[in-house]
């Protein structure tokens, strides 16, 4: 799922949404731990222990009620992180995103990002492009660029 807007968002969704995609580029960048118990809000309990090679859903969002919701759900694939320490020689983890799709710039606040948040969905969106845009040319829409 993936919030688009196709009008002139107002300030007060802009910054909603620049503020749910800073949560989501908080767990995007999260390293912990192999092992770490998974997290279901939904049901508030441990789900099984984190490892490389899962697939996870990231997806934060806010909704006002009877006004607008927001959504940028993603899915990521679980990594081993090169770490500087390793505390009891543990495998530390993060994860890559497996979801390519643009995340809308004109619904994003950048003076609510910090220098982190920019560098991070900066990346995101080069990987965006460098993996979608031949896709989508090979299929004939040269609108793309």
């Known amino acids: 799922t993936r919030t688009m807007h196709f009008g002139e968002p107002t300030g007060h969704e802009r910054e909603c949404f620049t503020r749910v995609l800073k949560g989501h580029i908080a767990l995007a960048s999260a390293t912990f731990p192999e092992g770490t118990p998974g997290f279901d809000a939904h049901r508030f309990e441990n789900k099984t222990p984190l490892q490389a090679g899962m697939i996870v859903s990231n997806e934060p969002g806010y909704y006002s009620d009877g ?7 993603n899915l990521l694939v679980i990594v081993e992180r090169d770490t500087p320490n390793r505390f009891g020689d543990k495998k530390y983890l993060g ?10 710039r004109k619904l994003i606040r ?7 948040e920019v560098a991070y969905l900066d990346a995101y969106h080069a990987r965006v492009r460098e993996e979608v845009l031949p896709l989508v040319e090979e299929a004939g ?5």
């Open 67 to 73: 006004e607008f919701g927001i959504r940028i759900e």
């Open 95 to 104: 994860f890559e995103p497996l979801t390519l799709v643009p995340i809308q």
């Open 110 to 116: 950048l003076d609510l990002l910090d220098d982190q």
């Open 141 to 145: 829409d040269k609108a793309a660029r």
